[in-house]
T-cell receptor, first 114, second 113 residues
Framework: GESVGLHLPTLSVQEGDNSIINCAYS??????FIWYKQESGKGPQFIID?????DKRQGQRVTVLLNKTVKHLSLQIAATQPGDSAVYFC?????????????FGTGTLLAVQP | EPEVTQTPSHQVTQMGQEVILRCVPI?????FYWYRQILGQKVEFLVS????????KSEIFDDQFSVERPDGSNFTLKIRSTKLEDSAMYFC???????????FGQGTRLTVV
């Protein structure tokens, strides 16, 4: 049967270029954010996280930026490689409360052209 | 590197049948979760589990669903009477503490026919 799903935003980049993937979150009570990478047929893989008392955090080839004023999160990948091709999800969680669930965003498909 | 493992990788079942999805969380983790992802859609929270009881569940997690930690290593999700719309990837995850990163398994693809 026909499947109905979300139309994923797609970012197409050339190998070696920098990639920027954006995410808008909705809950102002969220104060912990995570980026996950999901390759086809696999589970979400943790990339980097950031807490709301920070606005920038760097990892290996990745940087996450948080703008709480406009509730915006971005993931920057330096020198993008073919192995970076995947769907990238941002997720949010409200720290300090009763909930520890992650709320995932829609996802962005990153396609790296060799 | 420690990882969350799930079995089976793919389960096909007839509508109305019971299924049990199995997970082995990372050994020193205390918090366990089930999420699901319908094809082409977002990853959705189902349930979290701590200290041998459910700490939170979503609207999706109705009476047809249950979770159990039958021994010191396994964490299971049971669907009592499967429906076509239960077809999805089911991901188990675990975290060491409540506010630390969650590690996901590779998922079980459940197909209800």
């Amino acid at each position: 049967g026909e499947s109905v799903g979300l139309h994923l935003p797609t970012l197409s980049v050339q190998e070696g270029d920098n990639s920027i993937i954006n995410c808008a979150y909705s809950n102002s009570a969220s104060d912990y954010f995570i980026w996950y990478k999901q390759e086809s047929g696999k589970g979400p893989q943790f990339i980097i996280d950031i807490r709301s008392n920070m606005d920038k955090r760097q990892g290996q080839r990745v940087t996450v930026l948080l703008n709480k004023t406009v509730k915006h999160l971005s993931l920057q990948i330096a020198a993008t490689q073919p192995g970076d091709s995947a769907v990238y999800f941002c997720a949010e969680r409200a720290l300090g409360g009763a909930t520890n669930k992650l709320i995932f965003g829609t996802g962005t498909l990153l396609a790296v052209q060799p | 590197e420690p990882e969350v493992t799930q079995t089976p990788s793919h389960q096909v079942t007839q509508m109305g049948q019971e299924v049990i999805l199995r997970c082995v969380p990372i050994s020193n983790h205390l918090y366990f979760y089930w999420y699901r992802q319908i094809l082409g859609q977002k990853v959705e929270f189902l349930v979290s589990f701590y200290n041998n009881e459910i700490s939170e569940k979503s609207e999706i997690f109705d009476d047809q669903f249950s979770v159990e930690r039958p021994d010191g290593s396994n964490f299971t999700l049971k669907i009592r009477s499967t429906k076509l719309e239960d077809s999805a990837m089911y991901f188990c995850a675990s975290s060491e503490m409540m506010n630390t990163e969650a590690f996901f398994g590779q998922g079980t693809r459940l197909t209800v026919v």
